[in-house]
């Protein structure tokens, strides 16, 4: 869907998206629960700008508590949305860990610049066909984002 | 869609049937068959599920606009009654609260902009904030955001953004009470400090139309429309403070909805009663927001006012209404013989009040509410204007646009958004963006046609049509 193509990982692409009418469903898949959660950002950030062209020049750290799996997907992306949007930046790669229910994320990019070429925002996570599943010996995490 | 699953209950209404084993659920949609066949099954799902939420009153509707969103359908509306443990639920109005439509009317004729088309469109590409990313040149301190959240339009007004006596053509005046800025997260209050005046992306726009046809002359009189007239419309919402009270409440109105045992159909809908802690909170930081999308839209129109005036000295920008279409709103609604508060749900629907419905300015007072179903850059918008069958019909609300008819994903393996933006210059219609990805995502043919959705809308007794808006420049977000 993005300009880029979703990297492979373990003969599987790292992240995918499925069809919704109104706005983008997004697949993140890895080894854990994290891996998956990272893979589900760079779908979700894919959509604003092309990860390939961005420079890693400033670091965001985003924190969160939850104990339901599949609520920490949308509020992992909701942090990260957050935080991106608040320092003006465009995220292109991602790290997660979990302490039991804290959750402790950091991710790269750069700021805005003028000549870069933009996607389309995305406004938040949904909780839309929403599940987070051991599958083929990994995870997957998938959920709507409404852009 | 499957038609099996549904009974006509007139030419342009449908029932849907229940299914044996499974829960009742009160749910209509409007539209033709045609427009019904070609919606996704989900759209049912989801208006069944919303029908199964608490404190329902009558049924859960969809307009003839209506596809696949999250929780509820986009073209939802539902109507709750908290004397009966109605909910309100922040999967109803969507994260981009109060996303809307500000229309101006012009003095202007479509032969004095024709010949300055490209350059007024390269000057509001230059002078309105649009995309993602990009930020306005106002910059708010803390005191004067919340100033915002509780005056609306109301402030930018105060603040020279335009005009008191416009302010008459704003829902609700221009500005919503209830408003709770202290149930605003500091997050979402530091995301909203550089968008006030920005339009966002995805599907918003500021467009410059022509009047193409009247369908209606003497509403078309009540607003001011004639043949040839330059129009503007502007399509926005809350920004980044609404999409992130969106996402906070989400999971707030979730675990609300576990802690209170409200079964959900969908986690999407995750909602609380109205008079339940959560259930105020929500109210409070929403209705902030609902006042934040005014004042923002109220900045945008300041802008292209100044960009107007820059080769037209002479053009007057008028409001000719202002209405949003991602909302939850106490109305007071007749319901089995009696008025009942309600809280009324448009994710993706637009209020549109009756001819002679006391909340409207006494120029609309007979032809009823201005109500706009935005088209596609390609093709073109309607005015239409609310009906007196509305009430009862949809509890005041119509379409808010023509409807996607096809994902993000398909638009963007059929379409390229050079492709489209050459082929638009082609038949007069100008884009300016910063996304060839977004033109393709909203071209034309993703979306429903919108001659038939305002017809279908004209039909089922919602609104009826004034006047079709065709475009002239579009910049997109």
């Given amino acids: 869907m993005p300009a880029q193509t979703s990297e492979q990982q373990h003969g599987a692409q790292r992240f995918d998206y499925f069809e919704h009418d109104a706005d983008i469903g997004i697949i993140g898949r890895g080894a854990t629960v994290e891996q998956a959660f990272e893979s589900a950002a760079e779908a979700a950030f894919a959509v604003t700008a092309d990860l390939r062209s961005l420079r890693e020049t400033q670091e965001v750290s985003v924190s969160f508590v939850e104990d339901d799996l599949e609520l920490a997907l949308p509020q992992w992306l909701n942090a990260l949305i957050g935080a991106a949007r608040e320092r003006a930046v465009a995220l292109r790669r991602f790290a997660l860990s979990r302490d039991g229910s804290r959750w402790s994320g950091r991710a790269w990019g750069e700021p805005w610049r003028a000549d870069m070429e933009r996607g389309t925002e995305v406004k938040g996570a949904t909780l839309t066909m929403l599940s987070v599943k051991q599958r083929d010996g990994g995870w997957e995490a998938r959920c709507v984002i409404d852009v | ?477």
């Fill in chain 2, 1 to 477: 869609m499957d038609l099996e699953r549904l009974e006509p209950t007139g030419p342009w209404t449908w029932r849907v049937k229940r299914e044996a084993g499974a829960a009742r659920a009160e749910a209509v949609l409007y539209g033709d068959a045609e427009l019904l066949r070609t919606m996704d099954d989900k759209v049912l799902e989801q208006i069944t599920n919303v029908a199964r939420l608490p404190g329902l009153v009558g049924p859960a509707l969809a307009m003839p606009d209506a596809h696949w969103g999250y929780g509820f359908p986009i073209g939802g509306v539902a109507a709750f009654d908290p004397e009966r443990g109605g909910i309100i639920s922040a999967g109803g109005v969507g994260f981009d609260i109060s996303c809307g439509i500000r229309c101006l009317r012009t003095n202007l004729a479509s032969e004095q902009v024709a010949h300055l088309a490209p350059k007024l469109a390269d000057s509001l590409y230059r002078d309105i904030p649009a995309g993602v990313g990009v930020e306005g040149d106002l910059r708010l301190s803390a005191g004067e955001l919340d100033a915002v959240l509780l005056g609306g339009a109301r402030w930018a007004v105060q603040r020279r953004f335009g005009e008191e006596s416009e302010l008459e053509y704003v829902e609700e005046h221009g500005r919503v009470s209830g408003a709770r800025p202290e149930n605003v997260s500091a997050l979402a209050k530091k995301r909203q400090r550089g968008e006030m005046g920005t339009l966002g992306s995805g599907n918003h726009y500021l467009e410059v139309q022509v009047v193409e046809r009247i369908h209606d002359a003497a509403a078309a009189k009540a607003y001011g429309l004639r043949t040839g007239q330059i129009i503007v419309s502007i399509h926005c919402g809350s920004r980044g403070l609404g999409h992130q009270i969106g996402t906070e409440f989400l999971i707030t109105l979730a675990k609300a909805a576990g802690r209170l045992g409200i079964a959900l159909p969908d986690r999407e809908l995750a909602c609380a009663p109205v008079r339940s802690p959560e259930g105020e909170q929500y109210i409070g930081a929403m209705n902030a927001a609902i006042n934040c999308a005014l004042a923002n839209r109220q900045i945008l129109t300041h802008l292209t006012r100044r960009t107007f005036a820059h080769f037209f000295p002479d053009a007057r920008l008028e409001t000719l209404f202002d209405v949003s279409h991602n909302t939850c709103k106490p109305e007071r609604h007749e319901a089995n013989g009696r008025s009942h508060l309600l809280w009324v749900h448009r994710k993706g629907a637009t209020r549109a009040l009756a001819p002679g419905h006391p909340e409207l300015p006494e120029r609309y007072r007979d032809a009823g509410q201005p109500v706009v179903i935005g088209g596609s850059m390609g093709t073109g918008s309607y005015v239409l204007a609310g009906m007196d069958s509305s009430e009862a019909r949809a509890w005041s609300s119509a379409s808010h646009g023509a409807g996607r008819a096809m994902s993000r994903h398909q638009a963007l393996k059929q379409w390229q958004g050079r492709q489209l933006v050459d082929a638009l210059r082609e038949r007069g219609i100008l884009i300016r963006t910063r996304s060839m990805r977004g033109v393709a995502e909203e071209a034309p043919g993703a979306y429903k046609d919108v001659d038939r959705v305002a017809e279908a809308t004209e039909g089922a007794g919602l609104a009826s049509r004034v006047a079709f808006l065709r475009p002239l420049v579009c910049v997109k977000g």
